[in-house]
């Protein structure tokens, strides 16, 4: 035994393994601190560890049976004592330099790491960890506002919907002031009747000011009371209780308006494509109004029977106003909504939308929100991405501050083969609208588009604290999809409510794991139950299975069945991976999208 160890020695296998160690060491810390820096895929930087330990007992065995000699390797029982005495030798001081200096760096390399995780750790608390700091971690500019909900004191509760109308418009018109933070509808209005004092909620918001009051409608009369506070210790800077007759209810809030600008010290926007965007009719007509916002009020409750509800509102508001142009665009968005509830009724809702929505632009053309309708009615209806961008684009143009407008020009150029242009956009909606779980879920699918998917699990946790929903959880399983983990995979595709989604989420889950005849028999269930109605995730399950012709086949179908999710073919990381086939240049030709090829050289 004691030559055996002797032989090792004299071999060098002892020198191999401290050596291999401390390289192998030092590769490990490398790639772990370059693969999150340079956004490579995660499943990176486990295929190098996997590689060092298998490489361990390949070289114990090398170094055993082989020396190096001036002619290069050869086996030990070829080399004799003299040719091993010429060998080049490395003194055991010079070896030791080596491995210390190798030491050294892995170690310097294992503290940055650890100091820039705790740095991350200690950031977390404050950090929606999505690459976007949460309101309550930002600094706050002194001139930012939210709008809270306006107290219903008017004894009924049917009149809610003209209490936050009024709101809704003090967001919209203050939003067109130059250099001031106003926070959107969603985010302030989780502050309806809440017990948070006014710093909670500015810090929960990330704004200087608060605006609050109460409004009551009585007959012929309305009387508004408005408060702007300091958020940090609730003091008041600007009050005023207004009682005015119903039919000088514009008036009213032009005058609120614009004294709680003058107490902020700022000014309307003054660019030569803003233009001033309001919810009044052409003709001042209140009834109009008042239909208006009730329609309004019932889309913001987001279910088909509210869309429906809507629909009604916004013709009554018609009626009343022939020229309402707002109200023939809500009308059209909502519609175009509707389209999406039930086949049977897709084509009459459509056809409807678009009557409507050409209607509002030939009335007012200079109006953001028949834009916005437009830009989701082509997409819908013509599957028309170039024509949706160019929409957008000019709803942003004339409402630089629409968040929906920019969230929307975002995805846009996302779906145009830009997901990465879209990140920010989407961050600036999101520090807008903090509470606002939808901004959420554009970031997510960008992330994920570009393999940034730990920011994008990051996302989905944040999201998970404002609003639970099946695409969520959808979208949580197909992270790990990603990731190659089918186990997380399938425990978070059972938390989805059975359906559609649920079915999908397993059948992706099943495709990345070992047991073939579960794969199998989940992509035959989702073909059998969604085939007619669901042809584009389907190709997203046989990209899975790594079978292309399945993939374009598919693909093919769903644009024979006008599935407008193909316009997310750009941001989809299941179906990027075939980017580089022909074939899916062919498509996106069809489909008026561009070419990979194009969007290279759009990049340059």
């Known amino acids: 035994m004691r030559n055996f160890f002797a032989e090792l020695k004299r071999r060098n296998v002892y020198k191999v393994a401290v050596a291999y160690g401390v390289v192998g060491w030092l590769v490990i810390q490398v790639t772990a601190t370059i693969v999150p820096a ?30 190096m000699t001036p002619e290069g ?23 030791a330099a080596f491995i210390v200096v190798l030491a050294v760096i892995g170690a310097g390399l294992l503290v940055f790491r650890l100091i820039g995780t705790d740095r991350r750790a200690v950031r977390s608390e404050s950090d929606d960890q999505s690459g976007h700091r949460s309101a309550a971690s930002l600094p706050v500019p002194e001139k930012s506002i939210a709008v809270l909900p306006l107290a219903n004191e008017g004894g009924e509760k049917d ?84 009682d005015r007759p119903y039919k000088d209810l514009f008036k009213l809030q032009d005058d609120i308006t614009g004294a709680v600008a003058d107490a902020l010290k700022t000014r309307l926007l003054d660019t030569s494509e803003a233009i001033a965007q309001n919810d009044r009719p052409p003709s001042g007509n209140l009834e109009a109004y008042s ?26 508001a018609i009626a009343h106003d ?5 109200a023939y665009a809500r009308l059209a968005l909502t519609e175009t909504f509707l389209s999406d509830d039930s086949p049977v009724t897709a084509k009459q809702y459509l056809e409807a939308a678009r ?11 200079d109006l953001a929100a028949a834009h916005n309708a437009r830009g989701v009615f082509v997409l819908f209806a013509d599957i028309d991405v170039k024509g949706t961008e160019a929409e957008f684009k000019r709803a942003v143009q004339l409402a630089p501050n629409d968040l929906n407008a920019i969230a929307s020009l975002a995805q846009a150029r996302a779906a145009l083969g830009h997901p990465e242009a879209a990140i920010e956009p989407i961050r600036k909606a999101i520090a807008a609208d903090p509470l606002s779980a939808n901004w959420y879920s554009l970031l997510e699918l960008d992330l994920m588009a570009v393999g940034r998917l730990d920011e994008a699990e990051a996302a989905v946790r944040r999201e998970m604290t404002l609003h639970t929903s099946n695409g969520m959880l959808s979208r949580s399983s197909g992270i790990e999809v990603l990731r190659g983990n089918a186990e997380a995979a399938f425990e978070r595709a059972e938390q989805i409510p059975a359906g559609e989604l649920r079915d999908f989420a ?29 042809a584009y995730y389907i190709s997203r399950t046989y990209a899975l299975r790594k079978e ?57």
């Open 159 to 242: 009149e809610q919907y003209f209490s936050d109308g009024l709101s809704e418009d003090l967001i919209t018109a203050l939003s067109q002031f130059v250099g001031l933070k106003v926070i959107g509808r969603t985010s302030s209005f989780q502050f309806r009747d809440s017990k948070d004092d006014s710093r909670t909620i500015g810090e929960k918001l990330g704004v200087a000011n608060l605006l609050q009051g109460s409004v009551r409608r009585a007959g012929d009369a309305v009387r508004i009371s408005a408060e702007l506070i300091k958020a940090v210790d609730g003091s008041t800077v600007w009050s005023q209780h207004y």
């Open 506 to 534: 397993f059948a992706n889950a099943r495709q990345i794991g070992t047991d073939h005849d579960a794969a199998d028999a989940a992509l035959k269930t989702v073909i059998d139950r969604y085939a007619a109605t669901s």
């Open 73 to 95: 390797m050869k086996r030990t029982a070829d080399v004799s004592p003299e040719d091993i005495r010429s060998n080049p030798y490395w003194s055991k001081r010079k070896f």
């Open 38 to 67: 340079l956004h490579l895929p995660d499943g990176l930087t486990t295929a190098i560890v996997v590689l060092v330990l298998v490489g361990f007992p390949i070289a114990l065995v090398v170094s055993w049976a082989f020396e």
């Open 548 to 604: 292309p012709d399945k993939v374009f086949e598919w693909l093919d179908r769903a644009w024979a069945q006008r599935d407008n999710n193909i316009s997310i073919l750009y941001y989809d990381p299941f179906l990027l991976r075939y980017k580089d086939d022909p074939r899916f240049a062919a498509l996106c030709k069809k489909i008026g999208l561009p070419t990979p090829a194009e969007v290279a050289a759009s990049k340059t």
């Open 322 to 326: 022939p020229r309402y142009a707002l």
């Open 291 to 316: 239909a208006m916002l009730q329609g309004q009020f019932h889309f913001q409750r987001d279910t088909a029977e509210d869309y429906r509800k809507a629909v009604a509102s916004f013709k009554e």
């Open 355 to 365: 009557t409507d929505v050409e209607k509002a632009l030939a009335l007012n053309p």
